[in-house]
């Protein structure tokens, strides 16, 4: 009875079950008719077992009736009584397997009660199962569903709420396509023709339009299924992979357009030199097209000397840019200047080799170096020979000059010496831009320098009634003090022009941070804060009240900060509390990193 009763239970909840289906049609539905069957057959299977295999031959169709007659309970005037009645062995046999009977029939009345139990335990692993695929469904992400043949939703996930805006309910009975930007359509009427025809798994995408008209981009995978004549789906919104490969692709075609637009030959390769990608102005440089360079390595652009070097020093590229001689397709020679970089990518580490012609620059340098040349050999001396002349003739070695031909003469030596230090000075620049100025660096003490460097302008000083004041204890360090004296008669002698009569010009230093800092403060007019910077730039001058009285070549300053530099240090103006400027420059006191004496300045 309790085989039957379960088996009615499987039954009414399969009845119960595919009601729910029959009215909507949702997965939920489809996954409790998958519950309700299972439970059916699980039972029918177990019933099937205990009335077959679990009975002795013969008892299958006698039933309990049966066995009750057959142990024990006949009426005493039976033959088979009687005959049991008369013997004692008989008699004591028959008890024995009355005893017997009474024990089976127990162990079958516990079969009876376990079959139950074991029947509603499976049920209830099923149920369980069942519960957590229902879970699993409605929680995705995904919108799980199924179709019909002609792309009629037959089954619909929760997920398509949040995803399109649209309830399952209201999916159910219409299109796939009904809800696909219209551009797309044709294209999801094939691929699920191809789908149902494949009778595989099939992927394609397509744009879903929401209910608030936003545009989505979804992944659909489907799944033709013969026995159950529908397509199951599953579509994974790619809107924001979509974007970033957008996103990427624009990355791409800018980083494209600036390699090939870039006026300097660049080439892309392997850490082994293969040559994996250039730009136009490589091929054009070389002269190579873009078959043939996919052919070389990045040395092979070299010449030999520079091939060595750059087999030596291809794992460090901290010393580039470097000046190369580049070979073209034809053989000749391309002067060019290097730089290469090693960056990591998707694909491993690279190398970014990047050329710039240097033939016109080259040229330009070999044209300044003659004209420097020119100048010193060609102007210089004979400037020299006649300021010693001018100077011959005013001290009366050639005669008294009259009043006239004194301040004529006096003019002329002006002029002339001030041409030989306009020629100094441009060549004391050029020699520290093209690093061929060589320092004479050793232990020096700062308090001389700046006694030096005063006693050169105190004429000067005194000629335009204005007093220095010295502030510089004795303080040791590093540095040319030829150069540093140039430098401060250099500022002091700016300062001097610029400071009204009567005033004082300061010149201190100062120790902080194993710095050493000197200032020239004056009571000029200042310098304005957007001239601070440009004041240090070649050929740069500052008028004082709009007149031009005060005369220069407008080098003196460059040339600090090139020798400033040159020692490692900086420097730089500021304004004075109560009026006037404030030039500084600060040194290390130790020894310039990586320089030796008589080293040229880079």
């Known amino acids: 009875m309790a085989v039957l009763f379960v088996l009615q239970l499987a039954v009414v909840g399969l009845i119960v079950s595919a009601l729910p289906t029959i009215v909507d049609g949702s997965v939920q539905g489809t996954l409790r008719i998958a519950l309700a069957l299972s439970a059916a057959m699980m039972a029918i299977s177990l019933l099937s077992f205990r009335l077959i295999a679990g009975r002795p031959a013969g008892e299958a169709e006698s039933g ?17 009584r009687s005959r049991e009645s008369t013997s004692d062995a008989g008699a004591t046999s028959s008890g024995d397997d009355h005893r017997d009977l009474d024990t089976n029939d127990d162990d079958r009345n516990h079969e009876d009660g376990l079959l139950p139990n074991l029947i509603a335990r499976r049920l209830s692993e099923v149920a369980e199962a069942s519960r957590r695929e229902l879970a699993v469904v409605e929680h995705a992400v995904d919108v799980i569903c199924s179709l019909d043949a002609g792309g009629t939703f037959l089954s619909v996930s929760p997920a398509s709420e949040k995803l399109w805006q649209i309830s399952p309910t209201n999916l159910i009975g219409r299109r796939l396509a009904e809800i696909v930007l219209t551009e797309d359509r044709p294209l999801v009427d094939r691929c699920l023709r191809d789908s149902c025809d494949a009778g595989r798994p099939w992927s394609f995408e397509c744009r879903v339009v929401t209910n608030d008209e936003q545009v989505i981009d979804m992944l659909w995978s489907a799944s033709w299924s013969d026995k159950e004549q529908r397509l199951f789906c599953v579509a994974h919104d790619m809107t924001e992979r979509k974007k970033m490969e957008e996103e990427l692709k624009a990355s791409e075609a800018r980083f494209r357009k600036m390699f090939d637009y870039m006026p300097a030959a660049l080439v892309l390769s392997g850490l ?5 990608l250039v730009n136009p102005v490589t091929r054009h440089l070389f002269g190579y097209s873009s078959e043939e360079l996919a052919l070389k390595k990045l040395h092979d652009l070299l010449s030999h000397r520079d091939q060595t070097m750059f087999s030596g020093r291809s794992q460090d590229t901290r010393n580039f840019p470097i000046e190369v001689d580049a070979v073209r397709k034809d053989g000749s020679i391309l002067p060019a200047q290097m730089y290469l970089s090693r960056f990591s990518s998707q694909q491993g580490p690279r190398f970014l080799g990047i ?11 070999r044209l300044k170096e003659d004209f420097v040349n020119m100048v010193s050999h060609d102007l210089r001396t004979p400037l020299s020979n006649v300021q010693t002349f001018l100077t011959m003739l005013l001290e009366g070695i050639y005669g008294q000059l009259g009043e006239e031909g004194s301040r004529k003469a006096a003019a002329a030596d002006r002029n002339v010496t001030r041409l030989i230090a306009l020629i100094n000075e441009l060549l004391d620049l050029e020699k520290v831009q093209s690093g061929k100025l060589a320092l004479d660096l050793d232990s ?6 700046v006694t030096e460097a005063v006693e050169a302008v105190s004429q000067f000083a005194e000629r335009l009634g204005i007093e220095l004041e010295v502030s510089v204890g004795t303080m040791c360090l590093i540095g040319d003090s030829r150069r540093l004296v140039q430098v401060l008669v250099n500022i002091i002698g700016n300062a001097l022009k610029f400071a009204p009569e009567g005033s004082s010009i300061e010149v201190s ?7 050493v800092t000197v200032r020239i403060a004056d009571r000029g007019p200042g310098v304005p804060d957007d001239c601070k910077t440009s004041v240090f730039d070649r050929f740069s001058q500052l008028k004082h009240n709009g007149e031009e009285r005060i005369t220069g070549t407008g080098l003196g300053l460059a040339i600090c900060r090139s020798i400033v530099e040159s020692h490692g240090g900086k420097i730089g103006v ?13 040194l290390p006191l130790t020894h310039p990193v990586g320089r030796t004496a008589g080293e ?3």
Do not use: Y
């Open 64 to 80: 309990p009736m049966q066995r009750t007659l057959t142990g024990g309970g006949l009426p005493a005037s039976s033959p088979e």
């Open 272 to 276: 082994d030199g293969t040559i994996e």
């Open 355 to 365: 050329f710039t012609d240097e033939t016109q620059r080259r040229a330009i340098e």
């Open 444 to 449: 020096i003490d700062l308090s001389e320098v």
């Open 509 to 515: 230093a100062g120790e902080t941070d194993g710095l």
């Open 574 to 586: 500021a304004d004075r509390d109560g009026g006037g400027s404030v030039f500084w420059f600060q």
């Open 600 to 602: 040229p300045v880079a």
